[in-house]
């Protein structure tokens, strides 16, 4: 084979430079992102019909993609190593939708660097030769690199369009999300007198309501707008409106599954009309609390544009009536209140924090005093896994979150289990027993980290580490046990505790810190008698390793990425089983994990797949000659699917070659496969840009075919 390929390839050499120097259509935004409305509420968000495709597209920069060409080069949208920005239609806006995208340089590096992307400015009007494509429910654009081709710069309104005027009942209605407004996606957008809630000092994020039961959210992509390292330190003083704040809001409209988003762009995109005091810094003075111990609560309270009033403390017991306390400056803008100490052991706590400033304008640390986050337990005994995790009011925040406390349980999964490949870390998880509440995951970040690593499973250990369970990838709103201080082994080779057999409807679909959930959170689950229901559970062009299974009493989510074990759903086809639509499972076995909006089953290994049968394919026709697809997209960035069909069983072998026949890729070799017809997706996300051969080999047949990678 390594001597046939080169021949292939002089013969593509010679058609090449035509390919690549064809003019590609002219679109407008609107067609590549217009969805019919019926099509969007019947259906969801589909893919554009042009993904894929090589086009051009002009439209107006709304935002430098670099502060300053020439003395600050830092990146204004976040999007990793990318340059980025967002355009709309350079006809000002005469459609009012499916008139902005969001275009992406993948690779800034040498050569790619003479697209000039970097020296656009906003207002100019540009032409980009661009690959369409789609991150989650988002449609994109990237810059064509191969070959490179310049951004052409024809032309300058002076400032950018002006916003289109909206209000949140645009995008939801009495609480229930508008599919149509779909038709906003990637415009700027004004939204006025709102009034913002659950401020995120973690990373600048808010939501934003209309008093009418609405609500979007802010979304800091941008470096002006944010806290994350991203932050445009030294030209930004942007910390996020306190809760309660009524502001105006302009930016671009961003779509995900739990709700629509805002992206201010500039600094002053985010106007506030009047503030309630700031309560921060929220702090019990006791981690863990006993009978007849009183409690020490305190906060920080400042108004910035005047002076506070009062504050006040308000407790219950067990759900009880609440009870106030005034609170008392104990100067520095800090105020400190005391909660009587409870007779009752296993006594539940909550509390929260009200105030209120000159002007009358009031806020509460909760935001939302009906959904209490801050709570702690009376206790005349330690501390246990199932006590950190408890959270009967549904925010999945732990009452121990932010302190550190000591637990005791046996490793259930281990770096073995999960060895973290990619952007997915190693994994370690302990348990206490068994039922509800009893699982937690071991962090590994700290002095400590490298020891969590080397826990076995069936090891029994106690742990002292803090507890911590807000904030996004790679933990998500995961409560754990991190920052270690110390690992105690008391004993090795323990039985690990049984599986929860649990019914697929009572995980289900979606959900955050639902308590008939969160109870199982890192816990070990198996369902039993399983179909799979659909094999991507995000459905095309996406695919991130989840899929839909049911018992019969509804679908719930199983992730293969994460486990080392041998089952895939074409996110992963070096591995060997591919799991289909139909294919079932006397059982699948795993931990519960949290991310991206959903609740999942993540299996460790092979041994969580029990009685795998794939006998669905019976009143299917099966192929009657081996053949092998030209694989879609192409040209593709970064990833394309490649179809083949086999009318009898036989070792697959595919392999992916570059222009000098070197093997670059094993995606199969004398991997077993059944009779029918397959699919297989390749992830060219580590390659650079060009042309590339698949060739592949099963029984007696042989073929090559060619791709273009253009990143």
Request: glycine content about 8%; proline content about 5%; aromatic content about 12%.
């Given at each position: 084979?390594?001597?046939?390929?080169?021949?292939?390839?002089?013969?593509?050499?010679?058609?090449?430079?035509?390919?690549?120097?064809?003019?590609?259509?002219?679109?407008?935004?609107?067609?590549?992102?217009?969805?019919?409305?019926?099509?969007?509420?019947?259906?969801?968000?589909?893919?554009?019909?042009?993904?894929?495709?090589?086009?051009?597209?002009?439209?107006?920069?709304?935002?430098?993609?670099?502060?300053?060409?020439?003395?600050?080069?830092?990146?204004?949208?976040?999007?990793?190593?990318?340059?980025?920005?967002?355009?709309?239609?350079?006809?000002?806006?005469?459609?009012?939708?499916?008139?902005?995208?969001?275009?992406?340089?993948?690779?800034?590096?040498?050569?790619?660097?003479?697209?000039?992307?970097?020296?656009?400015?906003?207002?100019?009007?540009?032409?980009?030769?661009?690959?369409?494509?789609?991150?989650?429910?988002?449609?994109?654009?990237?810059?064509?690199?191969?070959?490179?081709?310049?951004?052409?710069?024809?032309?300058?309104?002076?400032?950018?369009?002006?916003?289109?005027?909206?209000?949140?009942?645009?995008?939801?209605?009495?609480?229930?999300?508008?599919?149509?407004?779909?038709?906003?996606?990637?415009?700027?957008?004004?939204?006025?007198?709102?009034?913002?809630?659950?401020?995120?000092?973690?990373?600048?994020?808010?939501?934003?309501?209309?008093?009418?039961?609405?609500?979007?959210?802010?979304?800091?992509?941008?470096?002006?707008?944010?806290?994350?390292?991203?932050?445009?330190?030294?030209?930004?003083?942007?910390?996020?409106?306190?809760?309660?704040?009524?502001?105006?809001?302009?930016?671009?409209?961003?779509?995900?599954?739990?709700?629509?988003?805002?992206?201010?762009?500039?600094?002053?995109?985010?106007?506030?009309?009047?503030?309630?005091?700031?309560?921060?810094?929220?702090?019990?003075?006791?981690?863990?609390?006993?009978?007849?111990?009183?409690?020490?609560?305190?906060?920080?309270?400042?108004?910035?544009?005047?002076?506070?009033?009062?504050?006040?403390?308000?407790?219950?017991?067990?759900?009880?009536?609440?009870?106030?306390?005034?609170?008392?400056?104990?100067?520095?803008?800090?105020?400190?209140?005391?909660?009587?100490?409870?007779?009752?052991?296993?006594?539940?706590?909550?509390?929260?924090?009200?105030?209120?400033?000159?002007?009358?304008?009031?806020?509460?640390?909760?935001?939302?005093?009906?959904?209490?986050?801050?709570?702690?337990?009376?206790?005349?005994?330690?501390?246990?896994?199932?006590?950190?995790?408890?959270?009967?009011?549904?925010?999945?925040?732990?009452?121990?979150?932010?302190?550190?406390?000591?637990?005791?349980?046996?490793?259930?999964?281990?770096?073995?289990?999960?060895?973290?490949?990619?952007?997915?870390?190693?994994?370690?998880?302990?348990?206490?027993?068994?039922?509800?509440?009893?699982?937690?995951?071991?962090?590994?970040?700290?002095?400590?980290?490298?020891?969590?690593?080397?826990?076995?499973?069936?090891?029994?250990?106690?742990?002292?580490?803090?507890?911590?369970?807000?904030?996004?990838?790679?933990?998500?709103?995961?409560?754990?046990?991190?920052?270690?201080?110390?690992?105690?082994?008391?004993?090795?080779?323990?039985?690990?505790?049984?599986?929860?057999?649990?019914?697929?409807?009572?995980?289900?679909?979606?959900?955050?810190?639902?308590?008939?959930?969160?109870?199982?959170?890192?816990?070990?689950?198996?369902?039993?008698?399983?179909?799979?229901?659909?094999?991507?559970?995000?459905?095309?062009?996406?695919?991130?390793?989840?899929?839909?299974?049911?018992?019969?009493?509804?679908?719930?989510?199983?992730?293969?990425?994460?486990?080392?074990?041998?089952?895939?759903?074409?996110?992963?086809?070096?591995?060997?089983?591919?799991?289909?639509?139909?294919?079932?499972?006397?059982?699948?076995?795993?931990?519960?994990?949290?991310?991206?909006?959903?609740?999942?089953?993540?299996?460790?290994?092979?041994?969580?797949?029990?009685?795998?049968t794939t006998d669905v394919d019976e009143v299917r026709e099966l192929p009657t000659e081996y053949s092998i697809s030209q694989n879609?997209?192409?040209?593709?960035?970064?990833?394309?699917?490649?179809?083949?069909?086999?009318?009898?069983?036989?070792?697959?072998?595919?392999?992916?070659?570059?222009?000098?026949?070197?093997?670059?890729?094993?995606?199969?070799?004398?991997?077993?496969?059944?009779?029918?017809?397959?699919?297989?997706?390749?992830?060219?996300?580590?390659?650079?840009?060009?042309?590339?051969?698949?060739?592949?080999?099963?029984?007696?047949?042989?073929?090559?075919?060619?791709?273009?990678?253009?990143?």
């Open positions: 084979m390594k001597r046939f390929i080169p021949l292939i390839i002089i013969a593509f050499i010679a058609f090449s430079g035509v390919l690549l120097a064809q003019t590609y259509p002219l679109l407008t935004i609107e067609e590549i992102q217009y969805q019919d409305p019926d099509s969007l509420i019947a259906n969801g968000d589909l893919p554009s019909p042009y993904f894929g495709d090589t086009v051009r597209i002009q439209g107006v920069i709304m935002v430098r993609p670099v502060v300053d060409p020439a003395t600050d080069r830092r990146r204004v949208i976040a999007a990793g190593g990318r340059w980025a920005t967002y355009i709309q239609d350079p006809n000002g806006q005469v459609y009012d939708f499916y008139d902005g995208i969001f275009p992406l340089q993948e690779d800034t590096t040498g050569m790619n660097q003479n697209t000039f992307f970097d020296l656009v400015d906003t207002a100019d009007v540009v032409e980009l030769t661009c690959v369409v494509s789609e991150f989650l429910t988002s449609t994109e654009v990237f810059l064509l690199l191969n070959p490179v081709t310049p951004v052409n710069v024809i032309g300058n309104l002076g400032q950018r369009p002006a916003p289109i005027e909206l209000s949140i009942s645009d995008f939801m209605n009495n609480g229930v999300l508008d599919l149509t407004a779909e038709k906003y996606e990637g415009m700027y957008v004004i939204i006025r007198d709102v009034v913002t809630s659950d401020r995120n000092l973690g990373t600048g994020t808010f939501r934003f309501n209309d008093g009418q039961g609405n609500y979007m959210f802010m979304y800091d992509q941008s470096g002006y707008n944010t806290l994350r390292a991203h932050r445009l330190t030294g030209i930004t003083d942007y910390q996020p409106p306190v809760d309660g704040s009524t502001i105006t809001i302009r930016g671009i409209v961003n779509t995900r599954t739990d709700g629509y988003y805002i992206i201010p762009l500039y600094p002053d995109d985010i106007m506030i009309a009047a503030s309630a005091p700031s309560i921060s810094q929220l702090r019990r003075d006791a981690a863990e609390v006993s009978s007849n111990q009183s409690v020490e609560i305190s906060a920080t309270v400042i108004d910035f544009d005047g002076s506070v009033d009062s504050v006040m403390l308000f407790y219950r017991v067990d759900n009880g009536s609440y009870t106030s306390v005034l609170m008392s400056s104990a100067g520095n803008d800090k105020y400190t209140g005391t909660i009587p100490g409870m007779v009752s052991d296993s006594a539940l706590v909550d509390y929260y924090i009200w105030s209120k400033d000159n002007d009358a304008n009031e806020s509460t640390m909760p935001p939302n005093s009906t959904s209490p986050q801050f709570f702690y337990l009376v206790l005349n005994r330690n501390v246990t896994i199932q006590d950190v995790q408890y959270n009967p009011f549904g925010t999945d925040v732990s009452g121990y979150n932010g302190y550190y406390v000591t637990l005791n349980g046996v490793i259930t999964a281990d770096t073995t289990d999960f060895p973290g490949t990619g952007t997915t870390v190693q994994q370690v998880y302990m348990q206490n027993g068994e039922g509800p509440w009893s699982g937690i995951r071991i962090g590994s970040t700290g002095a400590m980290g490298n020891n969590v690593l080397t826990l076995d499973k069936g090891d029994d250990v106690s742990i002292t580490g803090y507890i911590w369970d807000v904030g996004g990838a790679p933990t998500f709103n995961v409560t754990r046990i991190d920052s270690v201080t110390q690992i105690v082994v008391n004993s090795i080779g323990n039985s690990i505790p049984s599986f929860q057999d649990l019914e697929t409807t009572t995980i289900g679909e979606g959900g955050n810190g639902e308590v008939e959930k969160e109870q199982w959170e890192s816990v070990l689950l198996r369902y039993n008698d399983v179909t799979v229901t659909d094999e991507n559970a995000d459905g095309p062009p996406s695919n991130f390793g989840e899929m839909f299974v049911s018992d019969g009493t509804g679908d719930t989510r199983v992730e293969l990425e994460d486990g080392d074990h041998s089952y895939h759903n074409l996110s992963d086809p070096t591995r060997m089983y591919y799991v289909q639509t139909g294919h079932t499972f006397d059982a699948i076995s795993g931990v519960l994990y949290y991310s991206f909006g959903d609740y999942k089953l993540v299996p460790r290994n092979d041994g969580d797949f029990v009685g795998y879609y997209p192409n040209p593709f960035n970064p990833s394309t699917r490649i179809n083949y069909s086999l009318p009898e069983a036989g070792n697959v072998t595919l392999y992916i070659y570059n222009l000098l026949g070197q093997r670059v890729k094993t995606i199969f070799e004398n991997v077993p496969q059944s009779a029918g017809t397959h699919e297989v997706v390749f992830s060219a996300q580590e390659l650079p840009s060009g042309i590339y051969f698949y060739s592949f080999k099963t029984n007696n047949f042989v073929q090559v075919r060619k791709m273009i990678l253009m990143k």
